[in-house]
């Protein structure tokens, strides 16, 4: 979805997908930014926070009519049906950004 939004060209494509991983391991309760993640990325979980915020936002927030296709191909089981994941509330993101 980022690759169509313009606000996102200016990102690091490494800080975006390290961005897009801890959104989605918060999402899914599958655990926070380990050390292991810190040292292969470059980043840490606070460079990542004001991103992964902006990135929540973008799921919550997005226009319904535009983008069908590509939310249509990621609503299929081929694609785990992503599409579909609900986006975090961001008062709940927000907290457990600060716990990590």
Known sequence: MTLQEYDYARESPSKL???CL???LTMKNLGG????????SGYSAKDLHPLVKRLNFLLTYQPR???N???SK????VFFE???VTPMDMLKLEETLNCS
């Open 65 to 67: 009519d535009k983008l």
């Open 22 to 24: 801890l959104l989605a």
């Open 69 to 71: 296709a590509v939310r």
């Open 33 to 40: 930014w380990t050390p292991t993640l810190e040292y292969y």
């Open 74 to 77: 990621y609503s299929h089981r």
């Open 82 to 84: 992503v599409a579909k």
């Open 17 to 19: 997908a390290a961005s």
